[in-house]
């Protein structure tokens, strides 16, 4: 608003007072100068009451010049702000890390803190905002944090958000091979016994198979059978009988065997 108020050259109203009336020795240079006044202080006081929001226009839209409204609202909006410096450097200063969230997600949050200080004019070194931030690392970052302080050349605040970028993948890295997985490494699917086979019910058994590893098949025990001409132990191309009968109709009734005399 200053900016503008400058541009149009009505900026001086806001410190030079009108020039008073005098009726009796009045000149016309100083009558024009009133005039000129008066329309620069309607062109400078119309400016900044467009500027505001409904709500201040009804309260300021009474205020006869423009240099009481402009000190009004420094009155008012310059405290506030001081205010406001005071809160940030507090919640700067009182912020600090944990290790139940993820630290680039912090990083951000507090570096949003730190751009707000610069913003509002508060000129804080860089190299006392990384330090600060080193320093609000959490427990388990100690040994990084001890490696950072030990560092001799100085880090700028984004190569600091790099080096924790860094440290953080690292750490997530470790955290996912160091954690053992309950789940069974590897499963075959088997079915209960006394299931029908319409209504197949499934569940799974551990078990860990390289791809080396083989099935072997038990060995069967071999069941001889009986034979059906005499009932022993054996099959029936062997049995004996079988062969003295055979042996009979071909007219060897000795099984096979010549008698000798």
């Not at 006081?45 to 009474?62: A, E, K, P, T």
């Not at 006869?64 to 609202?73: F, H, I, M, N, V």
């Not at 029908?196 to 791809?211: A, E, I, M, N, Q």
Request: net charge positive; hydrophobic share 25%; charged share 30%.
């Amino acid at each position: 608003m200053h900016f503008l108020l400058t541009t149009l050259k009505v900026v001086y109203v806001l410190s030079t007072p009108r020039p008073p009336e005098d009726d009796e020795n009045e000149t016309l240079e100083t009558s024009r100068r009133r005039i000129k006044w008066d329309n620069d202080d309607y062109i400078c006081r119309g400016h900044i009451l467009n500027g505001m929001c409904d709500s201040l226009f009804d309260v300021y839209q009474n205020v006869e010049y423009a240099k009481t409204l402009w000190e009004s609202l420094e009155s008012k909006y310059m405290t506030e702000d001081a205010s406001s410096k005071k809160f940030l450097i507090s919640n700067f200063n009182s912020y600090k890390m944990v290790d139940s969230r993820p630290i680039m997600e912090q990083f951000h949050e507090i570096q949003r803190l730190y751009d707000q200080l610069l913003i509002h004019n508060m000129h804080v070194n860089e190299t006392f905002g990384v330090g600060s931030i080193i320093d609000k690392l959490p427990p388990s970052w100690k040994e990084v944090k001890n490696s950072l302080k030990r560092k001799k050349e100085d880090l700028s605040m984004e190569q600091l958000g790099r080096r924790l970028q860094i440290e953080e993948g690292i750490k997530l890295r470790e955290g996912d091979n160091g954690k053992k997985s309950d789940l069974p490494i590897s499963s075959i699917n088997i079915m209960e016994e006394g299931q029908s086979s319409g209504t197949k019910k499934y569940k799974k058994r551990p078990g860990k198979f390289t791809k080396g590893s083989k099935f072997q098949k038990k060995p069967k025990d071999k069941k001889v059978g009986s034979c059906w001409e005499c009932g022993g132990p054996h099959f029936k191309k062997d049995c004996p009988k079988v062969k003295k009968k055979k042996a009979q109709l071909n007219g060897h009734p000795n099984g096979g065997q010549d008698n000798q005399g």
